[in-house]
Structures are given as structure tokens and as C-alpha cells.
């Protein structure tokens, strides 16, 4: 089971909400945020000197845990949006 952010962790996903927050109305986006899932790749390096990609996701409220389909949702909507523009920009 996971545990409860703690205060600090807690904060700090409040920060990076009000950060997506103020670049969406930056962007112009209508509306107000009210769902989001920031993906990270990391990468390290190991003993052989190989990169090692490292995949994870933050949620809102830093618990690490959401609904797989919420996220499989969100997540594959908007892939599925940037497939369509890329294949609209091929076809110029």
C-alpha cells in the first residue's frame, strides 16, 4: 500500500501543479486544468558505461497511484492526437 505524501513531497506536487497551470493559460488553453500526467525519462549510466533508461510518471496529489484506466485514458488520448497532426503535417 502506499503511504501519504509527506508535507514537502506534498508542496512540491502543489508547485508543479500550479506550474502546469500557469503554462496552459500561457499557451492559451481554454478552460482550467482539472486532470494531468507529466512523463519523465531519465537515464544512467551503469558500471559498463551502458545509458539505462529510467520511464516514470507524477500524478497529482504525489501518491504515484492512479486509475489505469484514467491514466491509459488521458495518456493515449492525447497520443492519439499527436499522431493525427503528424500524419496531417506528412501529407503536406
Excluded: C, N
Excluded at 512540491?12 to 496552459?24: D, F, G, N, P, S
Excluded at 512523463?39 to 551502458?50: C, F, I, K, M, Y
Aim: aromatic residues 8%.
Amino acid at each position: 500500500m502506499d503511504q501519504a505524501p509527506t508535507p514537502d513531497k506534498k508542496a512540491l506536487y502543489e508547485r508543479l501543479e500550479q506550474a502546469i497551470a500557469a503554462v496552459t493559460q500561457a499557451e492559451e488553453y481554454d478552460g482550467i486544468l482539472t486532470e494531468w500526467v507529466v512523463l519523465t525519462v531519465h537515464h544512467r549510466v551503469d558500471a559498463e558505461g551502458d545509458s539505462i533508461p529510467l520511464y516514470g510518471k507524477l500524478l497529482p496529489g504525489g501518491g504515484g497511484r492512479a486509475a489505469i484506466h484514467w491514466v491509459l485514458g488521458l495518456v493515449g488520448f492525447q497520443y492519439a492526437r499527436l499522431r493525427a497532426a503528424a500524419a496531417e503535417s506528412d501529407e503536406d
